[in-house]
């Protein structure tokens, strides 16, 4: 039952900026990781930025610098702040969190349903 809700998306100027976000509900334990991937016509979906429980995070070469993952656990919400942003980063935004439902089970990768960034030039 748990479930990932996206939103922030947009269509914006070269040079912009959109920050998305991305809430989680549901039956949670406890989340391992949290995460941003995207996907542009064509291409294979990459790993965007990731940050895990301790804090530690980590980004794609195309976006250090430009973009910053954060997260807000008490809503289970994390985010994706995108400063600067070239038509390259065009695509298909996807949240994903590794969740640990209840004491007992492992830990399952949950996604988003998306959410379209268009960047004009």
């Known amino acids: 039952q748990v479930q990932l809700v996206e939103s922030g998306g947009g269509l914006v100027q070269a040079g912009g900026s959109l920050r998305l976000s991305c809430a989680a509900s549901?039956?949670?334990?406890?989340?391992?990781?949290m995460g941003w991937y995207r996907q542009a016509p064509g291409k294979q979906r990459e790993l965007v930025a990731a940050i895990i429980s301790g804090g530690t995070t980590n980004y794609a070469d195309s976006v250090k610098g430009r973009f910053t993952i954060s997260r807000d656990n008490a809503k289970n919400t994390v985010y994706l702040q995108m400063n600067s942003l070239k038509p390259e980063d065009t695509a298909v935004y996807y949240c994903s969190f590794l969740i640990r439902a209840r004491v007992g089970i492992r830990a399952d990768e949950y996604w988003g349903q998306g959410t379209q960034v268009t960047v004009s030039s």
């Open positions: 549901g039956s949670i334990f406890g989340i391992s990781a």
